[in-house]
């Protein structure tokens, strides 16, 4: 606050009035203040500073079209751009958007700058710290996001032969092994030297493998009846291993017996799979595809403080991962049986997936990845992994710090305490799912796959519904369960180029 006080008058400067009129005059920029009394003169300031008067505001995502209210809505809307459409609405700025941050300037004809939609990574360090302008931003906890990472491992169901003998520890084994032998012995040490001559190895083994190939009559005159007594003590320990076998044998074949899922980076790497990322940022110099996986990585690297190990586990870990800048629905489609020979892209060559193999994303990549194999109805193994919490991205969001701020920050906090921040955030979660999942239909629908990649690279927006609404409930997909049947009924109004179900959006 700027005050100025002349003889038997006092004074409030108005910076957005400034703003407005580009003009000194007192008349326009002054408010006569009728008493110094700090809660007069805050609650004055704070009311002038709620109207920026239509003063320029600079900030790097473009303002939603219509309405983000909850019963406008639509999913074609971004969650920051809600945002920024709401702190325009009630602040009453013009807001100039920027698409390149590189020309991202603030001038001092501007009332403030909003910086968001950026990881917060050394780029965005460096486009805050202007060394020719002293300009400080701030970060408003309330606004900004985190992207969590995790990753799914994706098998096929195969016979494995060492179920055979897996099944049953070295011990065991041993044990049984040792007990023919000695049944072997001691049968051809106590049968009757006069006595036909029989292998005792073939009635040991055969009493192991099946007790009924013994006759029954005439057994003393075969073997005697110190033999028989042996092997009747054999017969019962050989029920029991036989019994015990077939019964850990039939429970290997009729179960699943899952692999070890890695619970660390140390473990991923050993595991010795083909690893596979879709995660992505746009570059802020030519608009492509990079690796944020990547990107976190050489981040640890660089600013960080690992320990020794972690960091080669850290660089091996950037050897193994394979980025692609094919889609999820792309990578999901490689799963169904029409997809013979589908090759996905990568930054230098396209590729054929591997049946088995690891995808490392966020969370939202994942469930959704999860989700798609599933619609293939192809027998694969989904084992879902644990959070990396190394990998964490931030996205925050910045204001300029000067006389607006406060007036900024308590508009974004009254959004977020609102809930509408959470709502629009889901809206912009729906969005991606619905359009990824439309492509993997489409994919499916369509025959020659090579023009329709060809197509889609260049029109990705424009996906053809034809065909879809009658047998899919994409929405109820993507939006998961509404428990609230006012709610189910509402959404569905607004989705109307959707089929609904009468029971709403359970899927």
């Keep these: 606050m700027f005050i100025r006080r002349g003889g038997r008058n006092t004074q409030l400067l108005c910076v957005s009035c400034s703003l407005e009129f580009r003009s000194r005059r007192s008349d326009l920029i002054f408010y006569e203040l009728p008493k110094i009394d700090l809660d007069i003169i805050e609650e004055l300031n704070n009311e002038l500073n709620k109207n920026l008067r239509q003063a320029y505001v600079h ?167 110190k033999a028989v007594v042996v092997l009747a003590i054999w017969i019962t320990t050989a029920i029991v291993i036989t019994n015990g076998y077939k019964g850990l044998l039939f429970s290997s074949l009729t179960g699943t017996t899952l692999p070890h899922l890695p619970s660390n980076m140390e473990e991923l790497i050993r595991s010795k799979v083909f690893l596979l990322s879709t995660s992505h940022y746009f570059s802020q110099y030519n608009f492509s595809k990079e690796s944020l996986i990547h990107l976190s990585i050489e981040q640890i690297l660089e600013e960080g403080h690992p320990t020794k190990q972690m960091r080669k586990s ?7 991962v394979v980025f692609t800048n094919s889609s999820i629905s792309e990578i999901a489609f490689t799963r169904s049986s029409k997809a013979k020979g589908y090759k996905i892209q990568s930054p230098s060559k396209r590729f054929e997936l591997s049946p088995d193999h690891i995808l490392i994303g966020t969370k939202r990549e994942i469930s959704l990845y999860s989700l798609l194999v599933k619609l293939t109805k192809r027998k694969v193994g989904l084992l879902k992994g644990s959070s990396m919490h190394l990998f964490l991205q931030r996205s925050p969001l910045l204001i300029l710090r000067n006389c607006f701020t406060p007036q900024f920050t308590g508009t974004i906090m009254q959004i977020v305490q609102s809930g509408l921040w959470t709502l629009w955030l889901k809206y912009e979660d729906a969005r991606s799912k619905l359009q990824e999942i439309r492509t993997y239909l489409i994919l499916k629908a369509r025959r020659n796959h090579t023009l329709f990649r060809n197509w889609y690279e260049n029109n990705g927006e424009v996906l053809d519904r034809r065909g879809l609404r009658a047998k899919y409930n994409t929405m109820g997909l993507v939006w998961g369960s509404v428990q609230e049947k006012s709610n189910a009924e509402l959404i569905a109004k607004k989705f109307r180029s959707l089929r609904v179900p009468k029971y709403g959006f359970l899927a």
């Design 59 to 225: 900030q790097m995502v473009t303002i939603a079209s219509g309405s983000c209210s909850p019963l406008r809505i639509t999913l074609s809307k971004g969650a920051l751009s809600c945002m920024h459409l709401a702190l325009q609405n009630k602040l009453n700025f013009t807001a100039e958007f920027e698409n390149r941050t590189d020309d991202f300037v603030f001038t001092r004809d501007s009332a403030s700058s909003i910086i968001s939609g950026m990881i917060a990574d050394k780029y965005l360090k460096d486009l805050v710290v202007n060394y020719e302008e002293q300009f400080i931003y701030e970060w408003v906890i309330s606004g900004e996001f985190y992207v969590p990472f995790t990753f799914v491992w994706v098998l096929r169901p195969v016979l494995s032969q060492s179920a055979l003998w897996r099944k049953m520890d070295l011990s065991t084994w041993l044990s049984a092994v040792v007990s023919a032998l000695c049944a072997i012995f001691v049968l051809k040490l106590v049968r009757g030297r006069k006595l036909p001559r029989i292998s005792s190895a073939q009635i040991i083994l055969a009493t192991l493998l099946e007790q009924g190939q013994i006759p029954k009559r005439g057994t003393l005159k075969l073997l005697g009846f």
């Design 314 to 320: 850290l660089r091996q870990l950037y050897k193994n």
